[in-house]
């Protein structure tokens, strides 16, 4: 196996001059070595040929014993130093303190075809940010963070990828609902990449520790990696970084509205610097179109992170990293005025895309009342999001009362479309037609159009939990099924038609389907 280690990182920045692997305050530090754990019969499951290919290695690879080796932790590359970062974050809105990789492990950077990816595995091992946890991952969370994360990429949302699920052969204790009832599952390693996993907390530990010194040795690598386009670091360089930084996790945020993902735990600590979606724990699809939805069962109560309230999370995010990197700039109207800022391309940027997913070409000023109209019919009556958007694409100016019928496969209680609901409906339809009347697109041509932001394919959080109960038994082939599905959102795919479809009445209530936790 040959690889083009380009390791910076470890390189470039103040390591933890402690090597032993004892839970602790890491001071004056960006991260800690450490070896990966062995594990007692490591399995290769599944490998992304896509990430495969982009960090130089071939097929040919994934059979090699040493791919297997490295990618479960059992066998380190010589001339590596694998380590675990420092951060901190706020958790549901409160400052934690000290967090980090408690179970990530970095292993090395490589460079190929002028591109960068940081190679980390997920679930190899406890840390000095273990805490109280074992530094492991089960099958079923890895399985979700791994089919996730490249489906997410193919929908076109920025977001970290993954290269390798694997099995470890070590069995993980797990109280899944923290209910007391603990359990044996499968221990599992994903091998996630992606340019850089730096977090908002990676500057905010030093930012709460008055580490001003480290803060910008890391403000100063970032910027010297990752955001070189904006030059020399000085005063002006950190306010347009964070301006940068700032555009990036708006945009990530409107493209998760867009597909209907609820990313569960928006906690600073997993808010990339690169503005990628990061950390797939508890996320969750949206079926029935609701603003107040979370999968997250731990934030059911105050519901922080539900769908309607991920933009204003990543504003208070954004928020706590102006407050992090203050002390390099000492001014805080220009970080203010780009936190305002936020609000208004937030409420524009919106508007844009939902006109996309409805089809619009021409900006008029009613589309905000329009658009709040569509939203209130959509809340009337449980309506499927995923299908509902895409087979609007089907709607004909020319037959308004067909409307009802283009959507109804969307209708989770088809019975409940009489009275006001049925009318509030074709009201709105009516409109669109007028609206559509204004636009130049046929009918086909916005079809077609709509088609490429409408997916037709999400991974429902139904069709995940299917792929880990068979692979609880030891069946891999849905994950594969999943994972070629999810590579072609926007296609018809007709071969796998059944994965267009409502979730089913079984999974409305299961646990892995519809409550999720973060102890995974
Ligand atoms: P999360 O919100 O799931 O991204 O995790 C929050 C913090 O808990 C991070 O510092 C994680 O590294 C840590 N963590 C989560 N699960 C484990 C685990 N099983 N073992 C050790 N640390 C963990
Ligand atoms: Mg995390």
Redesign the pocket.
Known sequence: MKINIKDKFNKELPADPILENTRRQVTEACYSFISPRETTKPELLHVSSEILENIGLSEADIKSETFLKVFTGNNVIPDTKPYAMC?G?H?FGNWAGQ??????INLFEVEHNNQNWALQLK?AG??P?????????VLRSSIREYLCSEAMFHLGVPTTRALSLALSGDK?LRDVMYDGNSAYEKGAIVCRAAESFLRFGNYQIFAARQDHDRLKILVDYTIKHHFSELGTPSKETYIQFFKEVTSRTLKMIIHWQRVGFVHG?M?T??MSILGLTI?Y?PYGWLEGYDFGWTPNTTDRQNKRYRYGNQPNIGLWNLLQLANAIYPLIEDPEPLEAILNQYKIDFDAGRLDMVRSKLGLEIKEDNDKDFILELEDVLHFTETDMTIFFRNLSDFKKKDVLGGLRVIQDAFYKPDELTGNIEKRWVDWFEKYAQRLNRESLSDSKRKAKMNKVNPKYVLRNYMAQLAIDDADEGNYKLIDELFQLLKHPYEEQLEYQKWFAKRPDWARHKVGCSMLS???
């Open positions: 951060y974050g958790q967090l980090g990789d408690g179970r990530a679930g406890e840390t940010y273990s805490r109280t946890a074992d530094g492991l991952a993980v735990v906690n600590d997993n950390d724990g973060c102890s995974s």
